[in-house]
């Protein structure tokens, strides 16, 4: 078996349970992954299933209830909160569904800042970005004064801005009509490849999700291909 370095994440004995009054909600049940380097898995399953528990979970961002995630080798979990950000900003970027741009923040601004967070001077690397995703002409226009597959094309260049090493999406088409989407998910998928990013990707869509390397759908608490 490969050492978890050879993995661009890997996630072993993963629970995630939920208290609701005197209920429990056993959401993960012991879930096991390893996702390669430029690898793009798409995560798919009933509604309710538990798919953005797994990605927050996987990206850092909610801590399971037991196990842990590693991400090129180093813990997400048997570290200090602060190790956790640090890692979380250095090596990974997140593209939402709702995109949550600053809305006071010019396009060029909303994608500097997980640099500025870091301490890196950026202009000059969003402004690139935003060309590449079809926006070099909108630097400056607030998200009022775009639509939302260009806010989304904004949080792709956003996600992108401290060139982590893999992406994660959770329904990033889900407030756009099919074409748009569409779009969004053909300048994903397009600007992941050339850049040789994993990506992993929630969504309900089970046709977008055979673009992918590997399909696998949430099932009971445990992933099944």
Same mark, same amino acid.
């Given at each position: 078996?490969?050492?978890?370095?050879?993995?661009?994440?890997? +996630?072993?004995?993963? #629970?995630?349970?939920?208290?609701?009054?005197?209920?429990?909600?056993? @959401?993960?049940?012991?879930?096991?992954?390893?996702?390669?380097?430029?690898?793009?898995?798409?995560? /798919?399953?009933?509604?309710?299933?538990?798919?953005?528990?797994?990605?927050?979970?996987?990206?850092?961002? !909610? =801590?399971?209830?037991?196990?842990?995630?590693?991400?090129?080798?180093?813990?997400?979990? #048997? /570290?200090?909160? &602060?190790? =956790?950000?640090?890692?979380?900003?250095?090596?990974?970027?997140? @593209?939402?569904? #709702?995109?949550?741009?600053?809305p006071e923040?010019?396009?060029?601004?909303?994608?500097?800042?997980?640099?500025?967070i870091g301490?890196?001077? +950026?202009?000059?690397?969003?402004?690139?970005? *935003?060309?590449?995703?079809?926006?070099?002409? =909108?630097?400056? #226009?607030?998200?009022?004064?775009?639509?939302?597959? !260009?806010?989304?094309?904004?949080?792709?260049?956003? +996600?992108?801005?401290?060139?982590?090493?893999?992406?994660?999406?959770?329904?990033? $088409?889900?407030? *756009?009509?099919? $074409? $748009?989407?569409?779009?969004?998910?053909?300048?994903?998928?397009?600007?992941? +490849?050339?850049?040789? &990013?994993?990506?992993?990707? @929630?969504?309900?869509? $089970?046709?977008?999700?055979? =673009?992918?390397?590997?399909?696998?759908?949430?099932?009971?608490?445990?992933?099944?291909?």
């Open positions: 078996m490969p050492s978890t370095e050879a993995f661009t994440l890997t +996630a072993h004995d993963v #629970h995630r349970r939920f208290h609701l009054a005197d209920k429990e909600l056993h @959401v993960l049940k012991g879930l096991n992954l390893e996702v390669a380097p430029a690898e793009t898995v798409f995560l /798919c399953g009933k509604s309710g299933a538990g798919k953005t528990t797994l990605l927050y979970v996987l990206g850092g961002l !909610e =801590r399971p209830s037991q196990g842990d995630v590693q991400v090129r080798g180093q813990s997400l979990y #048997h /570290c200090t909160p &602060k190790q =956790r950000s640090l890692l979380r900003n250095q090596a990974m970027g997140f @593209v939402f569904q #709702h995109y949550f741009l600053l923040l010019t396009a060029l601004e909303n994608v500097m800042l997980p640099a500025m301490g890196k001077q +950026a202009a000059k690397r969003a402004e690139g970005l *935003l060309d590449r995703v079809g926006l070099g002409d =909108r630097l400056q #226009h607030l998200p009022t004064e775009l639509s939302g597959g !260009e806010q989304q094309r904004v949080a792709i260049a956003r +996600a992108l801005i401290n060139d982590p090493g893999i992406l994660f999406a959770d329904e990033p $088409t889900g407030n *756009l009509d099919a $074409t $748009t989407g569409g779009g969004v998910i053909d300048m994903l998928l397009s600007v992941v +490849a050339e850049n040789r &990013k994993t990506l992993i990707v @929630v969504t309900h869509d $089970t046709g977008l999700a055979e =673009r992918g390397d590997r399909k696998l759908v949430l099932q009971e608490g445990l992933l099944v291909e």
